[in-house]
């Protein structure tokens, strides 16, 4: 028999519970709330059978388009060939965590206002770029001894001991 | 005798705790589920739902919304309460309940300014009320929470349901589970149910108890008889009980003295920084004797 390509096909792991975690799913899934422009990733969760994506979408990240009673719209990014298309797909909120991949962004934007306004309140000028890090600097090293290593000259007897 | 040990050390390994609230069996995360879960398109708006709990001499009625960090409660009314109103016995009965539904729902009117526009139902008829509602606001709405407890016909956190409704609060319900609603007709007895609220089943034991065996009422009833309730006046009494929480429903604080302060009889534990910085010393120390030791070996 052939091996078939349903909507789940070969998705006996990925979408499997993880080890002792079976059962009923925490509350925290189900009082988070979601806005339009969201990052989110998608993860599957096996116990929920209502609303699962597609396995492809299981471990992407997109924004939120839309929300609904139960279910949110996200936007992923798929390639079809030779170009990436931004598809929509609705997926049920227990699918759904919310991404960290922007959490350090919108960390650095608060940090960086701050830093303008002290900035500007002192009359200086800042620049917040991020800089890339840059060659290690220059040390002196302490407490060296020299040790000097020379070649012992070849002793033709001694190292032919054993195969001759 | 040798006896195979049942619980191995593989049947540990594989044992999945249950969540914690399901272990002390006090949670019913199928129905919590379900009442907490709010439409995603009304993002942060709160759904409340009325909390009807029963101890073994206690009522707790609250009104609470779910929260990750944790639920937060809008109002409570406890059944310990009565008292101030007037009610000092029988307060886990069915008519109590009432009093004590009537009480949070008049409370959480009061907290939101909401009193006035929703009396409710003054007058308590045991027949089926729903709030209206008016031009101005909308009711309040909450879904009933029963917790654990095996819904029959008649059970006594219906009583407090029907106090809530009465008070003016929008909770969906139906009046199959109201005492006095009969399985054969299928339709709810105003006049039982309302017999109920008064505790008119009360009185009718006291009476069949005073003509039969008249020491078990005296054993029974002793606390009613202490204040002279009798199985006439019940209804009044209930009634006095019912105009005065609509007077006044607030809640008042307890006057309580700071719990005082037990000596304690196991170690604190120590920060993280406290705890290096004893490493620190004991380090400290190891190096000062382990420098006075070398020198006196050298």
């Not at chain 1, 002792?20 to 059962?23: L, N, Q, V, W």
């Not at chain 2, 879960?37 to 708006?45: G, S």
């Given at each position: 028999m052939p091996a078939g390509h349903g909507?789940?096909?070969?998705?006996r792991d990925l979408f499997a519970r993880p080890f002792?975690?079976?059962?009923y799913i925490p509350l925290s899934t189900y009082l988070r709330t979601y806005k339009i422009g969201d990052y989110v990733d998608v993860k599957v969760n096996?116990?929920?059978?209502?609303?699962m994506p597609h396995k492809?979408?299981?471990?992407r990240t997109g924004r939120v388009w839309n929300v609904t009673k139960r279910a949110i719209g996200v936007e992923v990014n798929k390639q079809v060939g030779n170009r990436i298309i931004r598809k929509r797909i609705h997926v049920r909120v227990e699918h759904v965590k919310p991404s960290r991949c922007a959490e350090e962004f919108k960390l650095r934007k608060v940090k960086n206002d701050q830093l303008k306004a002290e900035a500007k309140a002192k009359g200086e000028v800042i620049s917040t770029k991020r800089q890339p890090e840059g060659p290690r600097p220059g040390f002196m090293v302490d407490g060296a001894t020299l040790e000097t290593v020379t070649p012992i000259p070849y002793d033709v007897v001694n190292d032919l001991k054993g195969g001759y | 005798a040798f006896v195979k040990a049942q619980k191995t050390k593989a049947y540990f390994k594989r044992f999945q705790v249950p969540f914690k609230r399901r272990r002390e069996g006090k949670t019913d995360y199928r129905a919590r589920i379900r009442l907490t879960?709010?439409?995603?398109?009304?993002?942060?708006?709160p759904k409340y739902r009325f909390v009807v709990r029963f101890s073994n001499k206690d009522i707790t009625a609250q009104i609470i919304s779910a929260n990750i960090t944790g639920d937060m409660v809008l109002a409570t009314a406890y059944s310990h309460e009565l008292p101030r109103y007037g009610l000092d016995v029988g307060l886990t009965n069915y008519a109590a309940a009432y009093c004590t539904g009537l009480l949070l729902g008049r409370r959480v009117l009061k907290l939101l300014e909401m009193d006035d526009e929703y009396q409710g139902?003054?007058?308590?008829?045991?027949e089926d009320f729903s709030v209206e509602p008016t031009d101005t606001r909308r009711p309040f709405r909450a879904l009933l929470d029963v917790g654990l407890?095996?819904?029959?016909?008649?059970?006594n956190v219906f009583g407090a349901l029907k106090g809530a409704l009465d008070a003016g609060l929008d909770i969906p319900h139906s009046?199959?589970?109201?005492?006095?609603?009969?399985k054969d007709s299928k339709q709810l007895d105003a006049e039982v149910h309302r017999n109920y609220i008064y505790g008119g089943h009360v009185a009718a034991y006291m009476r069949i108890l005073m003509e039969d065996e008249p020491e078990k009422y005296q054993s029974h009833f002793s606390e009613y008889i202490k204040r002279g309730i009798e199985a006439d006046n019940i209804e009044s009494l209930y009634k006095k009980v019912h105009a005065a929480i609509r007077a006044d429903p607030s809640a008042k604080k307890s006057e309580k003295a700071p719990p005082k302060q037990h000596k304690r009889f196991n170690l604190k534990k120590l920060t993280y920084e406290e705890r290096k910085a004893k490493l620190i010393d004991r380090l400290h120390t190891l190096n000062a004797a382990a420098g006075v030791d070398s020198e006196d070996e050298d």
């Open positions: 909507l789940r096909s070969r998705t002792r975690k079976k059962g096996g116990a929920v059978h209502k609303g492809f979408y299981h471990g | 879960n709010q439409d995603k398109n009304k993002y942060n708006t139902n003054v007058e308590a008829t045991g407890i095996r819904t029959t016909t008649g059970n009046d199959k589970r109201f005492a006095g609603f009969s």
